[in-house]
T-cell receptor
Framework: DTEVTQTPKHLVMGMTNKKSLKCEQH?????MYWYKQKAKKPPELMFV???????INESVPSRFSPECPNSSLLNLHLHALQPEDSALYLC?????????????FGSGTRLTVV | EDQVTQSPEALRLQEGESSSLNCSYT??????LFWYRQDPGKGPEFLFT???AGEEKEKERLKATLTKKESFLHITAPKPEDSATYLC??????????FGTGTRLQVFP
């Protein structure tokens, strides 16, 4: 299995809702990432988990809450989001330092906040 | 702050018309330069990793090269299916992958 699987593919939520994005990989990668991508912009790093511990938080607002239950799973809990949070949310995973195969990205969750 | 700059922002090519995309990066402490292809609404697809100046990697019509201050993605005889956004990204002393702004490539038949 050489994929990163993200669910759901699309999500519409109201500003008072609580929802979660899920990401799963079975490549034995020890690092997992959340990126946010707005239209016609590059992906922007949000969080990095290394060996299931949060190692980088790019000053992301607390309405985004990451969780890494085990080495294969990564969640992003969403609460009280704003319309400007609408974006493509990408999960990625990697071996030590990216390796010869780089960072593997999922297909993303298209989030719309109404 | 570490910087990654890509040019051109957009590129229109006729099918078969070869060209190159540029990625300039902060030199100090580089621990990997990555090229990705991204189709609209999808996640980036890994193409190449380069680590040191002089290194080259090839895949079908694509060839990536690395010098001491920039990387090039050469596209030879492109086809319409090569149309996508090509992203360059760098890694330094952490797990953080920093993306450039990308080059949107359109190849016309």
């Amino acid at each position: 299995d050489t994929e990163v699987t993200q669910t759901p593919k699309h999500l519409v939520m109201g500003m008072t809702n609580k929802k979660s994005l899920k990401c799963e990989q079975h490549m034995g990668h020890r690092a997992m990432y959340w990126y946010k991508q707005k239209a016609k912009k590059p992906p922007e790093l949000m969080f990095v988990y290394s060996y299931e511990k949060l190692s980088i938080n790019e000053s992301v607002p607390s309405r985004f809450s990451p969780e890494c239950p085990n080495s294969s799973l990564l969640n992003l809990h969403l609460h009280a989001l704003q319309p400007e949070d609408s974006a493509l949310y990408l999960c990625a995973s990697s071996q030590e330092g990216g390796g010869a195969f780089g960072y593997t990205f999922g297909s993303g969750t298209r989030l719309t906040v109404v | 702050e570490d910087q990654v700059t890509q040019s051109p922002e957009a590129l229109r090519l006729q099918e078969g018309e070869s060209s190159s995309l540029n990625c300039s990066y902060t030199v100090s402490g580089l621990r990997g330069l990555f090229w990705y292809r991204q189709d609209p609404g999808k996640g980036p697809e890994f193409l190449f990793t380069l680590y040191s100046a002089g290194e080259e990697k090839e895949k079908e019509r694509l060839k990536a090269t690395l010098t001491k201050k920039e990387s090039f993605l050469h596209i030879t005889a492109p086809k319409p299916e090569d149309s996508a956004t090509y992203l360059c990204a760098t890694r330094y002393n952490t797990d953080k992958l920093i993306f450039g702004t990308g080059t949107r490539l359109q190849v016309f038949p």
